[in-house]
């Protein structure tokens, strides 16, 4: 159980192109979804914290009209990366936890990452 | 401040144990956890501890954590080459997960 998928795994595009990233919990339903980058050889970064039918919670740093998430379901966030730029190459990964029983009590989740690589 | 340390490296030969150590800082976590991250991958959940516990066992894995210390260890027994990748330790921090940099595991046949 608690399987999480992410969708795609790999993208290649041109510089100025926007670009979308499913994530979708399979087996449970998911009140809180998290989008994390990750660079080359490092740890993983906190973006912004998805809540199912509200604004999402960015990270400091993190700039909200670039990253734009929505998270309208209970099993589905997106992630748009609004006209990309080789900077924003990078490992995306997702997470999300299980709503019941309380979210204190329950793991992170992960999916499989998508690279995105900007021409 | 929010700092959770790993050692970067750890090689082992096959067959061997293999520990992997980490401290935090946040004494009020409440969950401690362990991740895998396989080349390529996302994050594969190992396994968890709650801050009042000592010790957890699962197969071959076993937490210990020094809440006294905030040090959290991960010991695999008999270590396999697929157990090589890079493990994550973090913290809880009110809803959000705080990373340690990561241990890369080698293990040599």
């Known amino acids: 159980g608690a399987v999480v998928s992410q969708h795609p795994s790999w993208v290649i595009c041109k510089s100025g192109t926007s670009v979308k990233i499913e994530c979708r919990s399979l087996d449970f339903q998911a009140t809180t979804m998290f989008w994390y980058r990750q660079f080359p050889k490092q740890s993983l970064m906190l973006m912004a914290t998805?809540?199912?039918?509200?604004?999402?919670?960015?990270e400091q740093g993190v700039e909200k009209d670039k990253f734009l998430i929505n998270h309208a379901s209970l099993t589905l966030s997106t992630l748009t990366v609004t006209s990309a730029h080789p900077e924003d190459s990078s490992f995306y990964i997702c997470?999300?936890?299980?709503?019941?029983?309380?979210?204190?009590?329950?793991?992170?989740?992960f999916g499989d990452g998508t690279r995105l690589s900007i021409l | 401040g929010e700092d959770v340390e790993q050692s970067l490296f750890l090689s082992v030969r096959e067959g061997d144990s293999s520990v992997i150590n980490c401290t935090y800082t946040d004494s009020s976590s409440t969950y401690l956890y362990w991740y895998k991250q396989e080349p390529g991958a996302g994050l594969q959940l190992l396994t968890y501890i709650f801050s009042n516990m000592d010790m957890k066992q699962d197969q071959r894995l076993t937490v210990l954590l020094n809440k006294k210390d905030k040090h959290l260890s991960l010991r695999i027994a008999d270590t396999q080459t697929g157990d090589s990748a890079i493990y994550f330790c973090a913290e809880s921090m009110s809803y959000k997960l705080i990373f340690g940099s990561g241990t890369r595991l080698l293990v040599r046949p």
């Open positions: 998805s809540n199912e039918g509200s604004k999402a919670t960015y």
């Open positions: 997470s999300a936890r299980d709503h019941d029983p309380p979210p204190a009590n329950q793991p992170q989740h």
